[in-house]
């Protein structure tokens, strides 16, 4: 147990109320008033014109990949920079996960790697917008329309974030959302698909529901899936997006805070890419080495200090190595990469001891 953690759920608003409205009421299981409540308001607060919710996000992604028509034999590119889900993802329906490398500065999704990679088979590219930055949709958008692809943007920790004016999410085919206990705003375990096109949406509830044939009782026309979220989450869920915004701006100003505070460190932060506004989900730094990584993980563990190394570059693990590629940037950043934490209400104090301990391990160097 680390005395400061790198993640918190805020539970403060509405949502005891709203849970003990599903308890009083026995509306429990995935029927129930949140769910609707909380999908409308979702999609209202993205600008998009349809959201289903769903158990987490990574049968969002699942769902989104078959609702897209991806299959087997289909090439998805995917940044090796990213969480396992996003590849697990494409796996699941049967498609090959072809990697791309990342940018040096912004640690997105590069589209001059993506250009590289596309082939005869490929059919979608899956960005992932990490850490609550964007990728540069304008270049993505410009590299699906050229070749044909679908883009499916997988916005599990962006949101909030926009992009020229829009919110994530909204630029392609589909995108999916997580709301797990370290994400932005949460429901426990649960996610969310937007799509662009009702019938795409239609596609992604019928298979999330078993595939229930629509004009016929327990008469089921696909193999679908129980992928449902529940009436409690979506309470939780519904009361979390009543104050968004405020999540929001407190995430900036300790984003701020951390920037300002560790300006004369070597630490390096994630650049932003023209045209977004983050959302700040994981304040995260690069050490100047590789070298110096764990130990000042290791530095701030001994002062109670929770952090995490960002990702492992997914193309290094056992079932997708295939030892044949190198990803020098995102190996690089992998390498150096450390989430401080960014709950949104961590104390002041805590943010003292935090950027001092790291302040002392490079004067102590
Ligand atoms: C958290 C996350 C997911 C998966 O979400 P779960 O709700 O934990 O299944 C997918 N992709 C990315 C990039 C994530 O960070």
Not at 94 to 101: I, K, R, S, Y
Not at 161 to 188: E, P, W
Not at 189 to 203: I, N, P, Q
Not at 285 to 294: F, G, K, M
Request: charged share 20%; glycine share 8%; net charge negative.
């Amino acid at each position: 147990m680390y005395r400061i953690p790198v993640y918190q759920p805020d539970l403060s608003g509405r949502e005891r109320e709203y849970v003990l409205d599903c308890i009083d009421s026995t509306w429990i299981s995935s029927k129930g008033r949140f769910l609707g409540e909380f999908e409308q308001a979702f999609a209202n607060w993205t600008g998009s014109p349809h959201a289903a919710a769903v158990s987490n996000g990574t049968v969002a992604l699942h769902l989104a990949l078959l609702a897209a028509g991806i299959g087997p034999g289909d090439e998805v590119l995917v940044p090796t920079l990213t969480y396992v889900a996003s590849v697990n993802a494409i796996r699941y329906v049967g498609a090959t996960p072809v990697f791309v490398d990342s940018l040096a500065d912004t640690w997105q999704l590069s589209s001059a790697s993506l250009l590289d990679h596309v082939g005869p088979r490929t059919r979608a590219v899956l960005a992932v917008h990490l850490y609550g930055g964007s990728c540069d949709l304008h270049a993505l958008a410009a590299v699906c329309e050229q070749h044909g692809l679908v883009l499916i943007e997988d916005c599990a920790e962006a949101i909030g974030t926009r992009y020229q004016g829009a919110h994530v999410g909204t630029f392609g085919l589909l995108s999916t959302f997580s709301f797990f206990g370290n994400k932005t705003i949460t429901t426990g375990e649960g996610g969310m698909v937007l799509s662009r096109l009702a019938d795409v949406d239609e596609r992604v509830r019928h298979l999330r529901g078993q595939g229930l044939a629509p004009d016929r009782e327990y008469w089921h026309d696909v193999v679908g899936y129980n992928y449902r979220m529940t009436n409690i989450c979506a309470a939780i869920g519904a009361a979390q997006l009543e104050r968004i915004d405020s999540i929001l701006e407190m995430k900036r100003r300790l984003a701020d805070a951390y920037r300002q505070r560790l300006a004369d460190t070597p630490l390096t932060f994630q650049a932003q890419t023209t045209g977004e506004e983050p959302s700040y989900w994981m304040v995260t730094v690069l050490t100047p080495t590789a070298e110096l990584r764990d130990p000042l993980r290791t530095h701030l563990a001994e002062a109670g200090v929770e952090t995490r190394p960002i990702f492992h570059p997914v193309h290094t693990m056992p079932m997708y190595r295939s030892g044949e590629e190198a990803f020098p940037i995102a190996t690089d950043i992998a390498a150096r990469g450390i989430n401080l934490p960014s709950w949104h209400r961590l104390p002041d104090d805590a943010l003292d001891t935090i950027c001092d301990h790291i302040r002392k391990f490079f004067s102590a160097r």
